[in-house]
């Protein structure tokens, strides 16, 4: 018993000794803070190197979902944000038709112009009293002192002659007339036509469109819907962001362009030159084939004289390649005489071709488009009727006299 006992304290303390040795080796065999062996394909465990396994960056904590053992169907979530389909490119609607909406608008508001001049000229017997209504409600209306002294003489004279009294009547004596102010034998189709090069021996150039006129008058949101019109009549466009010194107005025109398609030249930095981004829009619509070039042009009026310096350049520089085919000035017909005074501005500084009106579906200055149209000899060609994207459409005199007059 004394042997069996000796040999009891000898060997347990042994035994204790191998067993930590070989729970050492064990430990030593695998690298800290590590699980078990990888088995998983592309682990380490099925000799995958370890340059094909994803790496962190140095101090950034990776927490790792328990691995049990199903396979890893998931895909990261950005993954799926970069598989997501682009947004489809808009369809603008079609251009014909489009001023019926104003038409409805006049009508469900009732035109203070029409119904105010139809309700004086129903009246049994028109004093110079109502006489005096009427020539109020027309300048009111802006439709400015010389076109309003005529439009009252050949009333007067009419109903002295015709001695004219039904409502039905009266409406058409008083459509007649406002028709002969507006004139619907002016041209109001925009020059479209592809131009070629000075010299003669290069193929055609896009037609290329200048779009001035004030900040504040949705002068940009009228160019990105001037290309949904022309998109709409199956045009190709390039956008031209010559205003360089309003820094958003170079990303909103952008986001207009690429609703449809549109590509946009554009400057990488504020206050560059414009004449210099028109020149490399026009020479990106030679090299693209397109149909026409928009610029829209900065809307500084602080003094004219700076005003016909950077518009005198850009219409040198662009007319250098390709005449440009229309001038568009762009007027908000809610601001009465002071659009009239841009106007004249405008008109002597950048050879107006055409004039936008837009909200023109703020009825009580319908009178407007007498008026500028008379100050520059120029016609209405398009106008704007609302804030969607498709509110801009080419004016339709005869549309626009019978929805002032629709009650």
Partial sequence: MNELSDLLLVGLPALVVVGLAAVGLRRRGRRPGTGPADTRPGGPGDGASAASRPSTSAGTDVLERPDTGAPDTAAPEVEADELEAAPALERPEPVAGRLVRLRERLARSGSPLGTRLLAVLSRDHLTEDDWDEIEETLLLADVGAGPTTELVDAL????????VREPAAVRDLLREQLLALVDPSLDRTL???????????????????????????????????????????????????????????????????????????????????????????????????????????????????????????????????????????????????NGLNQARVFGEVAGVTGIVLTKLDGTAKGGIVVAVQRELGVPVKLVGLGEGADDLAPFEPEAFVDGLLQS
């Fill in 191 to 337: 020059d479209l036509r592809p131009a070629q090069e000075p010299d003669g021996d290069g193929g055609p150039h896009p037609a290329v469109v200048l779009v001035v006129g004030v900040n504040g008058t949705g002068k940009t949101t009228t160019v990105g819907k001037l290309a949904r019109v022309l998109v709409a009549e199956g045009r190709s466009v390039v956008l031209g962001a010559a205003d360089t010194f309003r820094a958003a107005a170079a990303d909103q025109l952008q986001t207009w362009g690429a609703r449809v398609g549109v590509p946009t030249v554009r400057s990488d930095r504020d206050g560059a030159d414009p004449a210099a981004v028109a020149f490399d829009a026009v020479r990106r619509g030679v090299s693209d084939g397109a149909d026409v070039v928009l610029v829209d042009t900065a809307g500084r009026l602080q003094n004219k004289a700076g005003l016909m310096d950077e518009l005198g350049k850009i219409t040198r520089v662009l007319s250098r390649n390709a005449p440009i085919r229309e001038v568009l000035l762009v007027l908000d017909a809610t601001t009465g005489q």
């Fill in 156 to 163: 007067r004279e009419r109903v002295r002659v015709l001695g």
